[in-house]
């Protein structure tokens, strides 16, 4: 081997040498480079799923360095004839909102998020390091998909402003993020988190979110609160394990769950914002009521109410007064409920459910004792003054008589939660809910002919109505009860004695704003007020007579419509 040969190879040694060198130099400066890519790792598909595919990196040339830039969801209760954003407040057409659901009908002028988007693969709900909010994703999905199962779509029971659960796509930075943070968070708000929560069939065993505590569990799911210094309080979510193997029985027992277990209550519930009020101890008003809303999930809440009614206090008062020898006592109270509240069953449905706003939310008229005692009233007062009764008021003895005979059991008495799958009971739930449309046009007229307040009349009623317990209980104690038709003596009295209040309902509203009052006209307006009420009741359900629901089962009022945001981790 010659000199030059040797030389020739000493150089492209010297050369592969350098060239190793000057690849080593690089990967480590691209290593630097990409190491100022901070949280750029904990944004991979086995954390987020397919959302990792807009994970991307930016190069800011000030600092010189990659900034991360990943995307997760907003989670919110939307309508879809809404135009503002349930979070933001923005214009809907500033955002790509996408229903979380596969939503048919009047829900299709929005488009659903992408499946992938949705169902993580089982494979990876198995790692602990998969962000929660994404089998939560999923599970909404398949709450929504069950819903569907269970209840007629929109389009048949005629709702065009459902709540259903969208989400909209935001960027943000990790750069922002606390270094306590291993996931990427998606965001939400307090108001619409805890109605979701419950409509997914958990119930909130501790919602304070001042103090970071939160947490809600049933139906296979559990979610639960973290408080992290810079950023508040984070939401954990976990449900039952799913094997790869066993997703199409996993989803048939959600099914049969839904339409008979522990979520089977939250299927029959019709999911508008005005349903959702009630969730939170609130009652929205007909358009007859002076008042939006009524507030009654504490004692507080409805003596405040009572009071807003009574200028004079006494109703608040009487109510104080009795819960200190009862101290579960609000008895007449509950009568606002279906005096003021709007009907929210529409024609051709069946499903009737409502939230429980209060403590006692059935009132008497709701019970059997109440529709009894009316009708023997109502048609002794008739017999015994025919030339005094109304055309109207006959209209109603008639359209009681004719609701008895067509559904006995279900017109008089409610003492067991009814089968919400029976559609023979929709002419006469259709016939129910035209006689309330017919008293609803009765006070239209009435407000613009004679100038009678539906909502004057309603607060005469409910001054004298939380009196009823107290005195009913009187009268048994001095034997002199009246007929009871072998009922509850005291809730029958108590009817009894809502007739005897009607001279003082009449004395009081006899001058009802700028004009004179005829006592007649009165009275009238008072027999179609209750039997108003009575139609109300028969198309919702609320709970059995006689159960009791505590302050602790209602979300506080204050959190209703709440924008206050809270993460998902």
């Known amino acids: ?26 990967a480590q400066l ?43 969801p907003e989670i919110f209760l939307w309508t879809s004839n809404s135009f503002v954003n349930a979070v933001s407040g923005q214009q809907k057409t500033n955002w790509d909102i996408k229903w979380i659901g596969d939503l048919p009908g009047a829900f299709a002028t929005v488009e659903c998020l992408d499946s992938e988007l949705v169902n993580p693969s089982f494979e990876n709900q198995t790692h602990q390091e998969l962000a929660c909010w994404l089998p939560f994703l999923s599970s909404i999905r398949s709450n929504e998909r069950l819903l569907q199962i269970s209840q ?42 805890a109605v979701i929560v419950q409509r997914l069939g958990m119930k909130w065993q501790a919602f304070c979110p001042e103090d970071g505590e939160m947490r809600a569990e049933g139906n296979g799911h559990i979610i639960y609160s973290t408080l992290v210094r810079s950023i508040g309080p ?11 193997l066993s997703v199409d029985k996993y989803i048939h027992e959600l099914h049969d769950r839904a339409l008979g277990g522990a979520n089977s209550a939250e299927r029959q519930f019709v999911h508008t914002a005005e349903v959702d009020m009630m969730r939170f101890g609130m009652v929205p008003c ?26 004079s206090g006494s109703a608040s008062k009487k109510v104080r007064d009795n819960r200190q020898f009862d101290p579960t006592s609000t008895f007449g109270f509950s009568d606002l409920i279906s005096m003021a509240a709007p009907m929210f069953r529409l024609k051709g449905s069946v499903y009737l459910r409502l939230p429980v706003p209060t403590e006692h939310c059935i009132g008497l008229t709701s019970h059997q004792e109440g529709f009894v005692v009316f009708r023997q009233r109502l048609g002794e007062y008739v017999h015994d003054q025919p030339h005094a009764a109304s055309p109207r008021i006959l209209w109603v003895l008639q359209s009681y008589d004719a609701f008895k005979a067509t559904e006995p059991r279900r017109w008089e008495h409610l003492d067991t939660e009814p089968f919400y799958e029976d559609f023979s009971l929709l002419p006469f739930l259709d016939e129910v809910l035209e006689a309330w449309n017919q008293t609803t046009a009765y006070f239209e007229r009435l407000r613009e002919s004679d100038g009678l307040s539906y909502h004057c009349l309603v607060a005469a009623h409910m001054k004298h109505a939380v009196h009823y317990c107290h005195e009913a209980h009187a009268h048994i104690r001095e ?3 009246r007929e009871h038709h072998g009922l509850c003596d005291w809730l029958a009295e108590g009817m009894h004695l809502y007739w005897d209040y009607l001279p003082k309902i009449i004395t009081e509203m006899s001058v009802d704003g700028k004009r004179q009052l005829p006592g007649d006209l009165i009275r009238e307006a ?44």
Not at 1 to 26: C, Y
Not at 290 to 305: H, S
């Open 152 to 193: 007629s779509c929109e389009e048949s029971t005629g709702y065009h402003s459902h709540r259903r659960p969208a989400c909209r796509s935001v960027q943000k930075s990790w750069d922002f993020m606390a270094p306590e943070l291993l996931r990427p968070l998606a965001v939400t708000n307090i108001g619409d988190i």
């Open 30 to 72: 691209l290593g630097q480079l990409f190491a100022t890519a901070d949280g750029y790792r904990r944004c991979q598909p086995s954390v987020m799923g397919a959302w990792a595919k807009h994970t991307r990196l930016r190069w800011k040339w000030s600092q010189m360095r990659f900034e991360t830039l990943f995307t997760t």
């Open 479 to 481: 034997s002199t009860v």
């Open 1 to 26: 081997m010659g000199k030059e040969d040797v030389q020739i190879q000493l150089g492209a040694a010297a050369l592969a040498i350098a060239l190793t060198a000057l690849a080593i130099a690089v």
């Open 234 to 244: 984070i939401l954990h979510y976990a449900h039952e394990n799913v094997s790869p």
């Open 526 to 569: 008072w027999i179609m007020l209750m039997f108003r009420a009575f139609c109300w009741s028969r198309c919702h359900y609320l709970c059995r007579p006689g159960e009791r629901f505590p302050e602790s089962s209602r979300l506080p009022s204050r959190y209703w419509n709440s924008k206050l945001p809270v993460y998902l981790g």
């Open 286 to 311: 007909h358009s007859l009521m002076k008042y939006r809303q009524f507030v009654m999930g504490t004692i507080n809440e409805v003596c405040a109410t009572l009071d807003s009614l009574d200028l």
